[in-house]
């Protein structure tokens, strides 16, 4: 395992973070304590979570884990997330103090510690003045209720002005963006890595198999079944079997993926993750596994690195289809200058 800085901080983190959505939904409590043990074996120190994963379940199961095992939350940078609705309540919902200040707290309980290492808002919440949502922050960072601040799915827009906004205030500063990021969904580096790049913010890609797409299990104009999350649900979010499968983009990149696996010798999955970890401004990937055996697999790319050569044919094969202005050449061309 290796490990790197979380973001602008000097709290350091392994390059890959145990994501915990699948906890109490699709992975048992069983299964779940043994990923964490696990991962925590291996190196990892890095676990991601949120209040929505399983109605809280995800939180509950880790704290019980954390629980059961003494001296071992000192050894952890523990991660989790607000905004989403927890309940009817139309104020349980939201970046505003009312919804934060509960669901911070419910997280702590639910955890069972003291302070949550990174606490990310889930979501920009257009309802809710930022300034707002980034003074809560700055009064829990105070408080001893967290140590460091991120932001979830925000654009590069909403990222750089709170991130200016936190500069100019004397506010706690955003340290993460978590966003979706893979070789199949590159469009957070028209703008965001750029952001990230300047502010010093780390990216802690989420989906970094883009749904399982990347692991090579899925066959084309084959729709599939079974044990697999677009086998039970063929239209499921983005990762939805009809519109990727359409899409000769896909293949095209899932097929460079399996050129070089078969030559290094590695899993499909290995190479997507070791591409992604090493793209600028990237501070952990996010690993989302169902079973012990996914994980164990995810885990075979730590300290694994490509070669100039195999990182240049990825990232020729999935570059993104824009028009010629603002993010294609036409507009490349302008924002540049050479002496």
Not at 140 to 152: D, F, H, L, M, Q
Not at 167 to 194: C, H, K, M, S, W
Not at 216 to 239: N, Q, W
């Amino acid at each position: 395992m290796e490990y790197r800085t979380l973001g602008g901080t000097g709290t350091i983190v392994s390059s890959l973070c145990l994501g915990t959505m699948t906890f109490g939904n699709e992975s048992s409590e069983e299964v779940s304590h043994a990923q964490l043990d696990r991962f925590v074996e291996v190196g990892g120190n890095f676990v991601d979570t949120a209040n929505v994963y399983s109605r809280g379940v995800s939180e509950e199961v880790i704290g019980r884990w954390l629980t059961a095992r003494s001296g071992l939350r000192d050894q952890l940078v523990i991660a989790t997330k607000g905004r989403f609705p927890m309940g009817d309540d139309p104020n349980s919902a939201g970046l505003t103090r009312v919804n934060l200040s509960r669901a911070l707290d419910a997280s702590l309980r639910r955890l069972g510690i003291e302070t949550i290492d990174l606490y990310q808002a889930h979501a920009w919440d257009p309802l809710t003045p930022i300034e707002e949502t980034l003074g809560f922050f700055d009064d829990a960072v105070r408080a001893g209720k967290i140590r460091y601040v991120g932001v979830s799915n925000f654009l590069g827009w909403q990222l750089q002005k709170a991130a200016l906004i936190t500069e100019f205030r004397g506010l706690a500063p955003i340290v993460t963006l978590q966003p979706q990021y893979n070789l199949l969904v590159r469009e957070i580096e028209f703008e965001l890595v750029d952001v990230c790049r300047n502010e010093n913010i780390g990216i802690l890609p989420w989906s970094p198999l883009g749904g399982g797409w990347l692991t090579g299990k899925y066959v084309r104009d084959s729709e599939p079944t079974g044990a697999t999350r677009l086998g039970e649900d063929p239209g499921r979010g983005m990762e939805a079997y009809g519109p990727r499968n359409s899409d000769t983009r896909t293949w095209h990149i899932l097929d460079t993926v399996r050129r070089v696996a078969g030559e290094r010798g590695v899993s499909m999955s290995q190479v997507a993750l070791a591409w992604l970890a090493d793209r600028p401004a990237v501070t952990s990937v996010i690993l989302g596994a169902r079973t012990l055996e996914q994980l164990e697999d995810n885990l075979g790319a730590a300290g694994l690195h490509l070669t100039e050569k195999e990182t240049e044919l990825l990232t020729e094969a999935s570059t993104p289809v824009v028009g010629q202005y603002p993010y294609g050449p036409q507009g490349i061309a302008q924002r540049d200058r050479k002496i």
